[in-house]
Nanobody
Framework: QVQLVESGGGLVQAGGSLRLSCAAS????????MGWFRQAPGKEREFVAA???????YYAGPVKGRFTISRDNANKMLYLQMNSLKPEDTAIYYC?????????????????WGQGTQVIVSS
């Protein structure tokens, strides 16, 4: 089992930055691929970014070049640095983990989900 708790969401103006954090507990964190998904009002939950156990990263097209995912295995933390934020980035952001060490952008591949943290970007 893996427990995930997100923090760092909030209200920011367009063009601003936020850093999301995710604290993990439970099974061996370093062997798990981790990631972030988001869900905007009235929309499907979508993939944002992933990082595998070797810290190789993978991003969705809309956030590539603006967001950076990273992990701290020693402290069991996952981060998402979000720069140049746009109103369309407004969503609830979820930290996720899977038992496999490999990256994936599919919701079904992630068994562990946090409760989410709200990000609102005003225009």
């Amino acid at each position: 089992q893996v427990q995930l708790v997100e923090s760092g969401g909030g209200l920011v103006q367009a063009g601003g930055s936020l850093r999301l954090s995710c604290a993990a507990s439970g099974r061996t964190f370093s062997n798990c691929a981790m990631g972030w998904f988001r869900q905007a009002p009235g929309k499907e939950r979508e993939f944002v970014a992933a990082i595998n156990m070797w810290s190789s990263t993978y991003y969705a097209g809309p956030v590539k070049g603006r967001f950076t995912i990273s992990r701290d295995n020693a402290n069991k933390m996952l981060y998402l640095q979000m720069n140049s934020l746009k109103p369309e980035d407004t969503a609830i952001y979820y930290c996720v983990a899977r038992s496999s060490p490999l990256n994936s952008d599919a919701r079904r591949d992630y068994a562990y989900w946090g409760q989410g943290t709200q990000v609102i970007v005003s225009s």
